[in-house]
């Protein structure tokens, strides 16, 4: 059964800061790698996927990583803004695009 | 498109009560899957539907929970009788399989006494 891992579990950081979040999973037959947002009180937002076959995708001032290998997956943001603010969550996709999510990490950027 | 759908959006219930939650995919999208969110268990999925058939329900917690797809517009998320430990918010997410990108709708929090 895939497991995922999120650290840290929280993360706070001054305005400008550059920072990276993990996650790792146990079972490397995944057919895509996920990482969404989540506002308190919110659902979920899809922020960047990564194919089994890439090794990463970038959006803005984001970029995510894969590495089936190690089974590790980063999420880099660059130049943080209070907005980032939020739980980031990453979830691995099965052959039948059910997700298994990690139990997240909660950042705030501060002013 | 309005994207996923969830009603109500709240519902405070006591236990015992039975609970309905429900859920319009989006239009065209032929996988629907029901989650469940909890401070001590994270988001876990409940159960999962292609072409309205239920595929994988492994993640039904109990007896007490089951869930219907009658048609590819509409699908249920039923409780009964609900306990406290159901507390909790519960999502829907649509896809098309063909595509990558899963769709959550915006949550039904529930709150058993």
Redesign the interface.
Known sequence: KQEVTQIPAALSVPEGENLVLNCSFTDSAIYNLQWFRQDPGKGLTSLLLIQSSQREQTSGRLNASLDKSSGRSTLYIAASQPGDSATYLCASTGSARQLTFGSGTQLTVLP | DAGVIQSPRHEVTEMGQEVTLRCKPISGHD?L?W?RQTMMR????LI?F?NNVP??DSGMPEDRFSAKMPNASFSTLKIQPSEPRDSAVY?C?S?L?TQ????????T?LLVL
């Open positions: 996988y899957f989650y994270g988001l876990e999925l999962y292609n595929i994988d999502f997410a896809i399989g990558e990108t899963q769709y959550f709708g915006p949550g929090r």
